[in-house]
């Protein structure tokens, strides 16, 4: 894809910055110090032309955009449910590293124990055509979940009786069966709201099937409003009227934000080491190779893993699988596996060292994490230990170098996970080999994206690699929930939404609803205890590394003051608390 041709008239690039001033911070145009540069200190001098009044930025739009109605299948960038804040805006934003609720059209909120939540809206919110917001947006958005059961959204009448309003002010009252405050809390950090002007018209014209609603003309309350969406770019313009001019200190420094749509990262990766982009949210092997060229590149922790994590790869394990049935295998598997390889080889060393443990370190989610416990009871690479253990269960090695016991072999097993997930894919590779090595004959296979979906969702599949919930206001429970819970379980043949590998225990349900229900720290703290501790015993899955919840990778050629460890203001995000470094940003040239 040419440049010219992806990024187009007005986002032809007149000039690009490079690494060619500011070492040490270097100075803009009024010769102050910078911060918020390349991890190697380096700024750039800026664009030249209207591209320095523009942010680029890439890896959220892969195909021409075809619809801007955020409850479609496949929305255009931004409208996709929880990515940026630019056209939609949430209630409450969430902050990966701190864990914080932080105000967005909601001004303020409240918990009150597992009863209800309260939120106050902020004062003066306009739609992008001058119409007022209203608290009968709030709630008409979550009630087409009403209309239209099949929207996501629905999902959050699971948790609440009543939605309503007194003057500025919502009320929720919690569902006091599940008293899942966590649940809910999500839903106000990530579902964005629209008019209900505009949905009602949705409504009328796709008789009910709102995801089936196409528009080209997103309604938001943001910052930007779209100005042009083709096969190779989308334009966003400055909202000159944007409401959160008080809330958030003013406008945005840069006029339009531009999102070229490329075919893989290669082409996105070269375009951001020259500077024609930004900032983006895609993988980037071996990042420091560029500050080390002298690119005036960045990320949000200067060293090692580089990215905050916010994802947790999992190793499901199918447990109806005879052998796979057994926790000590389960836990064998476990040792056997070499998770420093695979954050070198499959991560290019972006994962930190992997607990055995279903909550997160380094982040939000680390005040649940007892790291003495997960050190004393779980996993590290170990391959002796591996077969040990088999040994200790009673498996025995067979001439053809595979454990058995009762005539029961451990394997053939298949380990899936989609084809050209190359990093996965890689991870999974290290996994086979490391089971072969302590005589459990597994092989990897990469079926297409859909046939390891459904094969997983379906319980299908030996084991794969495969996703769980990212890092948000509800995990780490819903994560315990994802891997663990027994809640309207589906049988092998049957689809599947949570708990693919059929693992079956007659605690886990009340412990997960304990920790819900929670109505304190120390309570909730206590629960999710004692949810892990059975995870480490059972094993019914494993994280095979961490990931950022999104890569967040700059180039500070045009703009400077990025987010970083050393300049934490703002969260190394798009979504969320992530919102907050669009206001900050400083023009480099002048």
Known sequence: MAVTGALGGAATLAACGGATGGGDGGGGASGEELVGVGNNGEAGTGRSGEAADQLFIAGFQWSPPTTFNTFAAAPAWPASANVAQYIYETLLRFHIVSGELLPGLAASYEVNGTESITLTLQDGITWHDGSEFTPEDVIYTFELGKIDPGLGVASFWNDVDE???????????????????????????????????????????????????????????????????????IILARHEDYWGQDFYGGLPAMTKIIHPIFKSNEDGNLKFQNGELDVMQQFVPQIWKMWESGKPVGT????????????????????TKPGLDDPAVRKALAHAVDYASIAETAMSGYSSQVLASLIIPDGAEDQWLDRDKAAADGWTFDAAKAEQLLQDAGYEKGSDGFYAKDGQKLGPWKLITPQGWTDWNAALEIVAKNLQSIGVDAATNFPQQAQTQSAIQNGDFDMACWYVAGTGPATPWQRFSDVMSNVDMAPAGQTAYRNYGRWENDEVNDLLTAASSAADDASKLEALTALDNLYRAEVPAFPLMYRPDEFFEFNAGNWSNWPAEDNDYAAPMFRGAGNQWIFELKKIGG
Do not use: C, H
């Open 300 to 319: 949000y922790l200067r060293e090692e893993p580089y990215y905050t994590p916010g994802s947790m790869p999992m190793l499901l394990i199918n447990t």
């Open 163 to 233: 939605l309503t309003a007194e003057g500025n002010t919502l009320n929720i009252a919690i569902n006091q069966e599940r008293k899942n405050v966590g649940a809910v809390l999500n839903s106000l950090a990530t579902q964005f709201i629209v008019a209900k002007s505009q949905f009602e018209q949705a409504v009328e014209e796709s008789g009910d099937s709102i995801a089936a609603w196409e528009t080209m003309e997103p309604l938001g309350t943001g910052p930007f409003t779209l100005e042009l969406a083709d096969q190779t770019q």
